[in-house]
């Protein structure tokens, strides 16, 4: 964990949130990594990696969500296994221990995911930045262009908790039941099924008696939202706070935003649904609900 003096003082909104005070004090420290996460929709048309080469954070190393995944199946982007993970970070030099700042272009996005994914394999020190690229730029930081070469090739000894994953079966199980409430960060349109989605081949809609928390409803200038804004945006969905919760999204990916913040409010979710709408959404025999 960071200390909490006048020197390292995560974000008041999460303990899981560091500064860019912080991170230019410690850039150079030997065991903290800058992570740029930073992910776009295909339907996008922007190339993550390719603006990460025209300005990053100095010493940044891109994590790549497409590359780092399974590539034994046709979903986008689904978790890789330890071994691959393992190998992944520690070609970038991040090793067993070392503090992990992860951030993205936009503010708070895909680093939710990247930083979720850390902490799933086992790490203890994996951090977003507050305000991420966006605020670094703005307060007239340094920015360098181009790959950055890890300083050297590290071990990471990835442990998977499966048990924060929720599979299909189990989201399956909760939309049967009033065991778990099953949470979607998709735009209220795309939740209504009054917008296409963006990945070809699936229906619109939402998982039946699932609720729906635009995952901008959490975030204010690309940064999370203050606790009770939080708080508010979950309730007045109708979600109970008390009670377990599986997050959703188009892909897993914005689900984590959801993840965050729980997690910043003291509620930390039963899981995350890895294969959210890309897998339920082209299901034929799963249930579709619009409106």
């Not at 990053?56 to 982007?77: K, M, N, Q, R, Y």
């Not at 071994?83 to 221990?97: K, P, S």
């Not at 609720?211 to 979600?239: C, I, K, Q």
């Not at 965050?260 to 959404?281: C, Q, T, V």
């Amino acid at each position: 964990m960071l200390r909490t003096d006048n020197t390292s003082a995560p974000s008041p909104t999460s303990r899981w949130l560091v500064s860019t005070d912080w991170l230019a004090e410690h850039l150079r420290d030997a065991n903290v990594v800058a992570v740029d996460a930073s992910y776009f929709l295909p339907t996008q048309n922007r190339d993550a990696h390719a603006e990460y080469r025209s300005g990053h954070i100095p010493g940044a190393v891109f994590f790549d969500i497409e590359a780092v995944s399974d590539h034994s199946t046709d979903l986008p982007h689904m978790l890789p296994g330890p071994t691959q993970f393992g190998a992944a970070v520690g070609a970038l030099g991040i090793g067993d221990g070392d503090t992990v700042v992860v951030y993205d272009s936009v503010g708070l996005l895909s680093a939710a995911r990247v930083w979720w994914t850390f902490r799933l394999f086992g790490s203890k020190s994996a951090y977003i930045l507050d305000g991420g690229l966006p605020k670094w730029k703005a307060e007239g930081r340094q920015i360098e262009a181009g790959d950055v070469r890890p300083r050297a090739t590290k071990t990471f000894t990835a442990q998977m908790n499966v048990a924060a994953v929720a599979t299909l079966d189990e989201v399956r199980l909760a939309q049967a039941s009033d065991s778990t409430q099953i949470v979607d960060a998709r735009s209220a349109e795309r939740f209504a099924g009054k917008m296409p989605e963006p990945r070809p081949g699936l229906r619109s809609g939402h998982i039946p008696r699932s609720f729906n928390v635009p995952y901008d409803r959490l975030l204010e200038n690309g940064r999370l939202a203050s606790r009770e804004r939080v708080v508010a945006a979950f309730t007045s969905a109708g979600v109970d706070l008390d009670q377990p919760i599986i997050t959703s999204c188009g892909s897993g990916v914005t689900a984590a935003i959801l993840t965050f913040a729980l997690e910043s409010i003291g509620k930390e979710p039963k899981g995350l649904y890895d294969g959210s709408w890309a897998e339920w959404g082209s299901r034929p025999d799963l249930p579709v609900e619009r409106g």
